[in-house]
């Protein structure tokens, strides 16, 4: 099996930002994934996936049991079948240890919103549909309230999740 991906990405000048890879808008959080092997057929896959995925995803492609629980998920039905989908959020963070200049945030990704929590308690809240660069924020709009309040639920489930807990499916 063959994986490919990358670091995260890399600003120029996008959102105001001169240069750097420490936040979570979409130009720095988004990566490549590409996978050709046994049981991975030649197709495109528009599924929400993260690092942690490919630990899982080696393992299960050699027949090993992991040693520890994962907190990922093998990504190999989701590329074998067409009809596989993974329906999970995703979490973002920097570390809290950062240089001043930086503000440490956890956010969390779905595939229509993004939920941002800096750590002064400041927020963003991304509609992606409506507003894919991530311009404005809808965190003080209104219709936006419920929206907001279910995904803070789920990022402070997130950010201390271990295993299956990791991995539990959502609907949007």
Same mark, same amino acid.
């Given at each position: ?28 959080? +988004?990566?490549? @994934? $590409?996978?050709? /092997? =046994?049981?991975? %057929?030649? &197709? ?43 329906? +999970?959020?995703? @979490? $973002?963070?920097? /570390? =809290?240890?950062? %240089?001043? &200049? ?43 309230? +419920? ?26």
């Amino acid at each position: 099996m063959i994986i490919f991906t990358a670091d995260n990405g890399f600003f120029t000048g996008e959102h105001r930002i001169p240069g750097g890879k420490i936040h979570h808008y979409e130009e720095a959080s +988004r990566v490549p @994934l $590409l996978m050709r /092997g =046994p049981g991975v %057929p030649r &197709r495109r896959v528009f599924e929400q996936v993260a690092n942690v995925d490919l630990a899982s995803t080696i393992l299960d492609a050699g027949n090993a049991r992991p040693t520890r629980a994962q907190d990922g998920r093998s990504l190999l039905r989701t590329a074998a079948d067409p009809k596989a989908t993974i329906n +999970r959020d995703i @979490l $973002l963070e920097n /570390g =809290p240890r950062l %240089p001043e &200049r930086f503000q440490y945030y956890r956010a969390i990704r779905t595939p229509r919103f993004k939920f941002v929590r800096y750590g002064n308690g400041e927020r963003e809240l991304y509609d992606l549909l409506a507003d894919p660069l991530e311009d404005r924020s809808r965190h003080r709009v209104k219709r936006y309230n +419920r929206v907001e309040r279910r995904l803070a639920r789920r990022l402070r489930a997130l950010q201390d999740c271990k295993g299956a807990s990791c991995r539990k499916e959502f609907r949007e």
